[in-house]
């Protein structure tokens, strides 16, 4: 059985971070990732709020940050996270079980699927996305749609109107995106705002063709990119003592948990700001309070 004196469920930049600093400190130091490092970073098109970076890809970051922590020691493997054990300090994963002495859930979050649109299933990659960055090229020159009036939702936007020939915002609410986004999309001439408009259904043959609002007006359209909020990844943790009635797990101002040993970071946890910095600032806290007790 694998043995670490810090464990952490999730590469993305809260898990990182914490992984810099606990790794530096010579605690031996073990990450478990499902996907690709860097968690959400692999999907944005462009980070301009990270210090000492004007512009960024987000993947270029993602990459930078797991080198950085590969550097400093820390070991990676990639699987599945299956169930915590926390009376025997044990995480069972899909490749075996590892021991612990501390424990670092950064599993972040997941894009909301909107199952109300008749369809949505039915065209998952085959026109529906929630990947802009990652299959938007495949739509050069094309019509697409973005579901969501939130910062995400707006930012994408940006990205594809770049290369697509329109990019029509179906925002079902109000606009929660900030004034800096909000001016940036209305001087993109090829992106067109849809206030108060749903996506109703969603038609084709192999691929999307079109779909149809709420008020049955059909628009021809090759892609649809929803963008309509997050849900936490925590369905690996039966103890329901450290989750929300959300599924967010919450801390303390040290990041801890209620149950000994084990800490959250990152937008995994139930907080109101979601950006890079404050889950690379939650990574640090959790990491220096485990190096101080450690000693």
């Known amino acids: 059985m694998k043995k670490f004196d810090v464990l952490i469920i999730g590469a993305g930049a809260a898990g990182l971070t914490t992984g810099i600093y606990t790794a530096r400190a010579n605690l031996k130091t073990g990450i478990v990732e499902?996907?690709?490092?860097?968690?959400k970073l692999v999907n944005i098109s462009q980070i301009e709020n990270w210090v000492g970076d004007s512009f960024v890809e987000g993947?270029?970051?993602a990459i930078r940050m797991w080198e950085h922590s590969k550097n400093s020691g820390v070991e990676n493997f990639y699987g599945n996270v299956l169930k915590i054990h926390h009376t025997k300090n044990i995480v069972e994963t899909d490749f075996g079980n590892i021991q612990y002495k501390y424990l670092i859930i950064a599993t972040g979050t997941s894009e909301k699927i909107p199952?109300?649109?008749l369809n949505i299933?039915?065209?998952?990659q085959k026109g529906v996305s929630y990947c802009a960055i990652c299959d938007g090229p495949l739509y050069k020159n094309e019509k697409v749609a973005v579901i969501g009036g939130g910062d995400s939702a707006f930012e994408e936007s940006i990205y594809l109107s770049s290369f697509v020939k329109k990019v029509k915002i179906f925002v079902r609410n109000k606009i929660r995106a900030n004034k800096a986004l909000q001016s940036e999309v209305k001087s993109r001439k090829n992106i067109e705002i849809l206030l108060k408009t749903k996506i109703k259904e969603i038609h084709g043959n192999k691929k999307v063709t079109h779909i149809i609002d709420n008020?049955?007006?059909?628009?021809n359209l090759k892609a649809i990119f929803p963008y309509i909020g997050l849900k936490p990844n925590t369905s690996f943790i039966s103890q329901k003592e450290i989750l929300d009635e959300n599924g967010f797990i919450k801390v303390d101002e040290m990041m801890k948990t209620k149950i000994p040993n084990i800490f959250g970071i990152g937008d995994v946890l139930n907080k109101k700001v979601r950006q890079l910095t404050t889950a690379a600032a939650d990574g640090t806290i959790a990491a220096k309070y485990i190096v101080n007790i450690a000693k």
């Open 34 to 39: 499902k996907s690709a490092p860097g968690g």
């Open 59 to 61: 993947p270029d970051l």
């Open 115 to 117: 199952h109300e649109i």
């Open 121 to 124: 299933k039915k065209f998952d």
């Open 215 to 219: 008020k049955e007006k059909k628009h």
